[in-house]
């Protein structure tokens, strides 16, 4: 029997999240205090903000900073490129520390679940190709997990290529995040596709990507099984 789901929204900021918790209060109080948290050091440190590299941590840096700068330290861009990540699973694991069974937080396109039962995530290109028609299925067993995407001609992120998705996944969703960051940076025709895949799939702690590109879909690594979302 299908699980039903009752996905809320929550606005904050310039982020706008899809939530599916029955620990909803507590994902959105995470939220706004690690926004704070972040905040707050962003004031001390402004170039932690503006860098589009790794940046050195100060020694007060909150634990969403470490975290953040942890990814883009292994990928290679600023930490901000993993915020949305990284904001979806510090939320999502303080529900499921509550008591939570399911987490599902997508900020923006980059998600964090944890379920207990089977969900089909869909991946949006913005076109009416074929890529724009398929999701992932993704069994209780393959999480926590995380799944990021960036593009290049969709979102208000900055991106530096025109990848229509780049989609990441990993176990850590600001690993994921600052991975599909990098990801469209490197695409800007279909020819970069497969360079893409292959310095992006060699980072340590990434499990799978998928790139599309005009009429190129690229994939590499241990992705869920795609399925039809219409």
Same mark, same amino acid.
């Given at each position: ?6 996905? +809320? ?24 205090? %690690? +926004? ?12 932690? %903000?503006? $860098?589009?590299?790794?940046? #050195?941590? +100060? #020694? ?27 904001? #979806? ?52 067993? %393959? ?5 990021? $995407?960036? $593009? ?9 290529? +025109? ?18 960051? %990098? ?41 869920? #099984? ?5």
């Amino acid at each position: 029997m299908p699980h039903s789901r009752t996905y +809320r929204t929550f606005t904050y900021r310039e982020a706008v999240l899809r939530i599916c918790c029955s620990q909803f209060e507590i994902v959105t109080a995470e939220i706004v205090r %690690q +926004r704070h948290l972040l905040e707050d050091y962003i004031r001390r440190h402004p170039e932690f %903000q503006r $860098s589009l590299t790794p940046v #050195a941590l +100060r #020694a007060d840096a909150p634990e969403i900073a470490r975290h953040m700068a942890w990814a883009a330290e292994r990928v290679g861009v600023g930490p901000m490129a993993a915020v949305a990540g990284a904001m #979806a699973q510090h939320a999502a694991e303080a529900a499921l520390a509550a008591g939570a069974q399911e987490a599902i937080v997508d900020n923006g396109g980059d998600l964090y679940l944890k379920t207990v039962s089977p969900v089909v995530v869909a991946l949006g290109t913005g076109t009416s190709k074929l890529a724009d028609r398929l999701g992932f299925r993704i069994d209780p067993q %393959q999480t926590p997990l995380a799944i990021c $995407s960036s $593009s290049g001609k969709m979102g208000h992120s900055m991106s530096l290529g +025109r990848c229509d998705l780049a989609t990441i996944v990993a176990a850590d969703a600001a690993l994921a995040d600052a991975a599909a960051t %990098q990801a469209a940076n490197l695409v800007t025709a279909a020819d970069d596709v497969d360079a893409a895949l292959e310095r992006i799939g060699g980072i340590e702690g990434i499990t799978g990507v998928l790139i599309v590109k005009d009429d190129r879909i690229g994939m590499v690594g241990r992705l869920p #099984a795609l399925a039809k979302t219409r």
